[in-house]
């Protein structure tokens, strides 16, 4: 349209596509990518069909954590327990599974148990807002943990094994896709629409921004935030049952560091610890760049302690490029 002075206003939306090469998401993807080519070429085992859906299983039940823990950052907040979540999950599973209870209803407790928990660190996250999350969730780790190590002591229950169809939950194909493949995408779609296309996503935008803010635009932060925690606490127990399906048995030791991987994961993808800030689809890059890398290093017997270096130095860049990006374009940090 035209004005007077001749200039021609424009309501298209144009394309900054140096904005968009400048995305951190842009970025993971070509980490991706170079992943991938240099797996090709220190294993030749590794670019097969069967070879890559073997490598996504191995990481991907730690992955289920990833998508309810990137709402909690994004809320500002941070969630340690979620590894003995999915210990005492997986002790009731087996717990429950073995004094005779059908395995159908044993999952139901599984998740049951892991909504609890997660449910009880919201309730008293939101009761006393004084308290910092995580010395709270650090402090129903030691909780959770304790019970389970108490119900089980230093032996494992199993006998998974004997039911086939809880078996195929992780082990189980459609084609050669795997089972737990297709639930994640399901479950990673579902998140990142809420995040991105939902009211409930708008308002924890806002909560990780200025929760003081969100609360007098009458936004009912506190019961936001419990609905996180305890949707932490389910995907836990999602992971437990998926974890239990792959190992036959379980024991209260299982899943020990699974918190700071799904931190970690959520990080490298892009959102910001103090929260507001973040897009889904980096985080799901993210648990693919870090999950291909393990697999691929620990084809040719890399120690674990290089891996851990190698995504240290992946997460420092996570945290200073963003920062370097906007210096570049004379943006005040």
């Known amino acids: 349209m035209a004005g007077k002075s001749g200039r021609v206003i424009s309501a298209e939306r144009t394309h900054d596509w140096k904005k968009q090469l400048m995305k951190w998401e842009t ?4 980490i991706f990518i170079v992943v ?3 797996n090709i070429f220190i294993s030749p085992y590794y670019m097969s069909v ?5 490598a996504t299983s191995s990481f991907l ?8 823990m990137t709402y909690v950052l994004l809320i500002g907040e941070i969630d340690i327990s979620v590894g003995a979540t999915v210990a005492l999950s997986a002790c009731m599973l087996g717990i429950t599974y073995n004094a005779g209870l059908p395995m159908g209803a044993a999952i139901i407790v599984c998740l049951l148990v892991g909504t609890l928990c997660g449910l009880l660190n919201g309730i008293l996250l939101t009761k006393f807002t004084e308290l910092a999350p995580m010395i709270l969730t650090l402090g129903t780790q030691i909780l959770y943990r304790g019970i389970a190590e108490i119900l089980l ?3 494992g229950t199993g006998g998974f094994t004997k039911v086939i169809w809880f078996q195929n939950l992780y082990w189980g194909k459609i084609g050669v896709i795997p089972v737990m493949f297709i639930v994640f995408i399901i479950c990673a779609l579902a998140f990142g629409i809420v995040m991105h296309k939902s009211t409930l996503g708008r308002w924890m935008y806002a909560i990780g921004g200025n929760d003081l803010a969100a609360k007098y635009s009458g936004i009912r932060v506190q019961r936001i935030r419990c609905i996180v925690y305890t949707l932490t606490g389910t995907f836990s127990a999602v992971t437990a049952f998926f974890l239990a399906s792959r190992m036959g048995s379980v024991r209260s030791n299982i899943a020990e560091g699974y918190e700071m991987e799904a931190i970690s994961m959520v990080v490298l993808g892009g959102v910001m610890t103090d929260g507001g800030k973040g897009n889904f689809p980096g985080v ?3 648990v693919f760049v870090i999950g291909f890398l393990r697999y691929g290093l620990g084809l ?4 674990s302690q290089v891996m851990m270096v190698i995504i240290g130095v992946l997460l420092i860049l996570a945290v200073l490029l963003p920062n370097l ?3 570049i374009r004379g943006v005040r940090v």
């Open 27 to 30: 970025f993971l993807f070509l």
């Open 36 to 38: 991938n080519i240099m």
């Open 50 to 54: 069967n070879g890559l859906f073997t």
């Open 61 to 68: 039940e730690k992955a289920f954590i990833v998508l309810p």
């Open 153 to 155: 002591t230093d032996k």
């Open 284 to 286: 799901i890059i993210a």
């Open 300 to 303: 040719v017997n890399v120690p």
């Open 325 to 327: 990006a906007k210096k």
